[in-house]
């Protein structure tokens, strides 16, 4: 995670995926963000969790963190409601 927009000239918008063994980035694109960056991961009971200064792509007023699918990439309907805007 972190404020990048493609890894290896494939486009990943803030959050991407490798392969240990061979340092290759994967398939696995979540492209949850419109705008920011990750700061903060947590992947849990295969739950990718991601904190930051960020925007998440077609959910409105939803801002700082997200959730998706560690296997899929695909979004999970979780938000905690953090107080403020984009810049907290």
């Known amino acids: ?8 000239n494939q486009q990943r918008k803030c959050l991407a995926s490798f392969d240990i063994s061979t340092g290759q980035i994967t398939p696995w694109n979540p ?3 419109t705008d920011g960056e990750i700061q903060a991961l947590a992947i849990i009971n295969n739950r990718v969790y991601a904190g930051g200064n960020l925007i998440l792509a077609g959910v409105p007023d939803k801002y700082n963190l997200a959730a998706v699918d560690a296997t899929t990439g695909k979004s ?3 938000y905690p409601n953090p107080t403020g805007g984009i810049g907290y």
């Not at 995670?1 to 290896?8: E, K, T």
Request: glycine share 14%; net charge neutral; no cysteine.
């Open 76 to 78: 999970i309907s979780w």
């Open 31 to 33: 492209y949850l963000l």
């Open 1 to 8: 995670g972190g404020s990048f927009f493609s890894i290896s």
